[in-house]
T-cell receptor, first 117, second 113 residues
């Protein structure tokens, strides 16, 4: 089945550091990818929709300059948390939709646990 | 705007018994999809079952089945013959043509031996 690879799975870094998270579709093309944030024992909150070759669409309340999204190819989207602070610590998950299978479910990456010290 | 509501934060069931998780949603759209996802402690998102809104027949996947009531905007998940491996957080989710997934608050299910 379709696979989405998310990297890194876990990162710990100092406050003020910028952290890049990658989301790759391994065996299909994804014109659209989605980025979610999840706090412990809470639901997934959609942060933004990543569109290949164009600007991302951010949900209300999500800071565009804090969470930079780039979707430069049909198989890769990146989320960069800029100047990260402890309040940015969370679990981030990406998902991708197969370009040729718009009526099929999204495929999720395994998530990235981000801890800012 | 679409919303998804799961009113049961936590539930428990004895192994081999049946449990039903509730979900309601709100939308003005006519064409959409509904899903149940399972998130075990590993935090992987695992698709359990999906339902197309235009289908009247309730979806079934082995021990998992749904009761889809379109007029009532209700989409409950029934787990039969519960197993210890079913212990997880379960999310109900909605999507339409935008592709965005809107999740409910989640229900933590504990299967007891």
């Amino acid at each position: 089945g379709a696979v989405v690879s998310q990297h890194p799975s876990w990162v710990i870094c100092k406050s003020g550091t910028s952290v890049k998270i990658e989301c790759r579709s391994l065996d299909f093309q994804a014109t659209t990818m989605f980025w979610y944030r999840q706090f412990p024992k809470k639901s997934l909150m959609l942060m933004a929709t990543s569109n290949e070759g164009s600007k991302a669409t951010y949900e209300q309340g999500v800071e565009k300059d804090k969470f930079l999204i780039n979707h430069a190819s049909l198989t890769l989207s990146t989320l960069t948390v800029t100047s990260a602070h402890p309040e940015d610590s969370s679990f981030y998950i990406c998902s991708a939709r197969d370009f040729g299978q718009s009526n099929q479910p999204q495929h999720f990456g395994d998530g990235t646990r981000l801890s800012i010290l | 705007a679409q919303t998804v509501t799961q009113s049961q934060p936590e539930m428990s069931v004895q192994e081999a018994e049946t449990v039903t998780l509730s979900c309601t949603y709100d939308t003005s759209e006519n064409n959409y999809y509904l899903f149940w996802y399972k998130q075990p402690p590993s935090r992987q998102m695992i698709l359990v079952i999906r339902q197309e809104a235009y289908k009247q027949q309730n979806a079934t996947e082995n021990r998992f089945s749904v009761n889809f009531q379109k007029a009532a905007k209700s989409f409950s998940l029934k787990i039969s013959d519960s197993q210890l491996g079913d212990t997880a957080m379960y999310f109900c989710a909605f999507t339409s043509n935008t592709g965005k997934l809107i999740f409910g608050q989640g229900t933590t299910l504990q299967v007891k031996p």
